[in-house]
């Protein structure tokens, strides 16, 4: 296997990688309410991420020795028609996987907060709202409990 096709091969690879954290990160979003399976799957999203850690390494060495010093914009340009042909799809569908799995991961991340928020907000429902300061000025009052949520 030359230089090239171990270099494609792992373009391919890391698309794929990037098409299953994607998969698992609209799984997770549909579960978010579900804490033992967003749980599973932030589980199964950090093996993925091993391996993507370790694919983008790999790509990253590759890049060197077949470009030596250039830019990737420079080094598309000395492709030839074949190569470009094979290259620059792979690159882009790099470089959107990459775009909709941040904008996923931040989707998620609001989408969490917002859970957490809310348990929050029905522990402090459940419990009648903060619990007394531990210490206080002697004479002194514990601050008045209310029942709006100041976090939601």
């Known amino acids: 296997m030359t230089v090239w096709d171990e270099f494609v091969a792992v ?8 098409k299953e954290l994607i998969s698992l990160g609209t799984a997770k979003q549909e579960q978010i309410n579900n804490a033992q399976e967003v749980a599973r799957i932030a589980e199964q999203e950090q093996k993925i991420l091993g391996r993507l850690d370790e694919t983008d390494r790999r ?13 990737l914009e420079d080094w598309l ?31 998620n991340q609001q989408l969490l907060s917002q859970a957490l928020n809310y348990v929050h907000y029905s522990l402090n429902l459940l ?14 009052s514990a601050p008045g409990r209310s029942f709006f949520d100041r976090k939601v």
């Open 59 to 71: 790509r990253a060495e590759l890049f060197d020795v077949i470009a030596v010093g250039r830019s």
């Open 77 to 107: 340009a000395t492709l030839t028609e074949e190569q470009s042909a094979v290259a620059e799809p792979l690159l882009v569908n790099l470089a959107q996987n990459l775009k909709e799995l941040q904008a996923l991961n931040d989707l």
């Open 11 to 18: 373009l391919v690879e890391e698309n794929e990688l990037l």
């Open 127 to 140: 419990t009648g709202g903060e619990a007394a300061p531990t210490y206080s000025k002697p004479g002194g």
